[in-house]
């Protein structure tokens, strides 16, 4: 059965701080791995995608790597603020046609960014 | 400005009273989904549209309707709405190319009493 799995389900850290967030797949076979942003009441945002060959790719102080071989990304935050307050979602895409591309989404993490 | 818009954003309800949830997008894309997204759970998809005229079932049909007779907008239709729909509902639109990103509403939260 096809899951994405995430840890933290919540985190907590203080303004400025770095932090880690972590998704684990069985997805197969695979196709892309993105993460989104969702805040409160919102709906989410992508942040990065990468392909099976990519293993790290930035976006501002959101940097997001991939192990294809065990499985696993994560989502690296540095210098927190926040407005990093939110959800923040792992999705992989099973390999498909365009239009009929099949994801599967975690349950998120919840980011709490004090001051 | 490139977007993905919803209507009502709020929406309450009584059971069996039929309602539409509007989304249109400006970006000219061919596919578009809706989703539900319930707490403890990953968003699910409901229902997809390839193109105009061409809708298919997503992992949660059952009890949705939508229809595409134009590429801006896909209205989500529950005929009959029940208290297991109470759900906040995402539109989204997927742009062409490699990736296939996705551009999500602001979403819809519905309750049906």
């Known amino acids: 059965k096809n899951q994405v799995e995430q840890s933290p389900q919540s985190l907590i850290i203080l303004e400025g701080k770095n932090c880690t967030l972590q998704?684990?797949?069985?997805?197969?076979?695979?196709?892309?791995l993105r993460w989104y942003k969702q805040d409160t009441g919102r709906g989410p945002v992508s942040l990065t995608i990468?392909?099976?060959?990519?293993n790290t790719k930035s976006n501002g102080r959101y940097t997001a790597t991939l192990d294809a071989d065990t499985k696993q990304s994560s989502l690296h935050i540095t210098a927190s603020q926040l407005s990093d307050s939110a959800s923040y979602i792992c999705?992989?895409?099973?390999?498909?046609?365009?239009?009929?591309?099949?994801?599967?989404f975690g349950t998120g993490t919840r980011l709490t960014i004090i001051p | 400005e490139a977007q993905v818009t919803q209507n009502p954003r709020y929406l309450i309800t009584v059971t069996g009273k039929k309602l539409t949830v509007t989304c249109s997008q400006n970006?000219?894309?061919?596919?578009m989904s809706w989703y539900r997204q319930d707490p403890g759970l990953g968003l699910r998809q409901i229902y997809y549209?390839?193109?105009?005229?061409?809708?298919d079932k997503g992992d949660v049909p059952e009890g949705y309707k939508v229809s595409r007779k134009e590429k801006r907008n896909f209205p989500l239709i529950l005929e009959s709405p029940s208290p297991n729909q109470t759900s906040l509902y995402f539109c989204?639109?997927?742009?062409?190319?490699?990736?296939?990103?996705?551009?999500f509403g602001p979403g819809t939260r519905l309750t049906v009493l």
């Open positions: 989204a639109s997927t742009s062409g190319g490699a990736l296939n990103e996705q551009f």
């Open positions: 998704c684990n797949y069985t997805v197969s076979p695979f196709s892309n």
């Open positions: 990468m392909t099976f060959s990519e």
């Open positions: 999705v992989v895409s099973l390999e498909g046609t365009f239009g009929n591309e099949k994801l599967t």
């Open positions: 970006m000219n894309h061919e596919y």
């Open positions: 549209s390839m193109n105009v005229e061409v809708t």
